[in-house]
């Protein structure tokens, strides 16, 4: 508490505030944190800040180099099989979505495609036409920005940044609204502080025990349950210990209000065509302030097997 790791003022506003904070001063105190030599939670905090905002920063620049083509691609699929015509030899390949790829073999994406931009039902519309491909550029290129977020974050929570990324630019295409427009480098965090910290040993599956394994057990119960643990010298055998931060923190990001009639006329390379129809307020910046609840996962001490996780302590977000 007086080295400032436990933030009172912050936890005191929760419900229950001051049990949150015995229960985080309890659990900063487990053994379990000193298996490894390297961690240290004053350290984490110093670095999940910056890391944070590194963050932000790179999943927004992942929405603002695929929105434009997404878009394109998306509505001239749409108005490609609404009038019945087929892409002609001239047509570039990038803008356009495949319709033989994106048709899941019953016609779901041609059937909604023939309703009209303005009739589509906006479910089936995300579901015909979402073909996630974030994780293969990431693959192809670890220093992409695709890559850099595919090592920031745990699997799922980079499968779901790609869903709300495709869902909300679908939202934006069918009820024509405006998107707001992340400005570059402008993420400054304000504030962090520590909500949550529990480390536990993670041991073997029950269910890939052998059978002999089993006998053995059954034979050797008796003898366990006279066992008196306070004449053990410990726990014989190490297993690993996987570790969980959660920390509140609140940043502050600009935007710019984008039409999407003006990102449609956004060409595949990025840059803005000379288009009369942009509305005047989109170059006024808004500074916005939000509180977001992030998850660290990483493993304290890793299986002996794995030597490669076992040479640093690693956290992603979850």
Known sequence: VNKGIINTSVLGQADMGFAITLALHHDLNSPLFKTNDDFDIEQFLEGAEPALERFQEVLYS????????????LKNELEKNDVGTETGDGADADTA????????????????????????????????????????????????????????????LFESCETQFFTSAVHCLLNKV???????????????????????????????????????????????????????DGIEKEYPVAAQIEVIYSISQTFRRKRIDSILDTDL??????SENVAEDEDEEHELDTAWVAVFEGWLRSDSNNDNEASSLRWKLV
């Open 62 to 73: 992942v929405d603002r180099a695929s929105l434009s083509k997404i878009l394109n691609g």
């Open 97 to 156: 979505i495949d319709a033989d790829t994106n048709d899941d073999g019953d016609g779901t994406s041609k059937t909604v495609a023939a309703n009209g931009l303005d009739n589509l039902d906006y479910k089936e519309t995300v579901e015909a036409f979402f073909k996630p491909d974030w994780k293969n550029r990431a693959e192809d290129d670890p220093e992409s920005l695709h890559g850099q977020l595919h090592a920031m974050a745990s699997p799922k």
């Open 178 to 232: 405006s998107r707001m427009e992340y400005i570059l480098d402008s993420g400054n965090i304000k504030n962090i502080a520590l909500l949550s910290a529990r480390a536990n040993e993670v041991g073997p599956d029950e269910t890939t025990k052998d059978s002999s394994d089993e006998s053995e057990s059954e034979s050797n119960k008796d003898q366990e349950q006279m066992l008196d643990d306070s004449f053990s």
């Open 269 to 274: 390379d990025g840059d803005e065509s000379e």
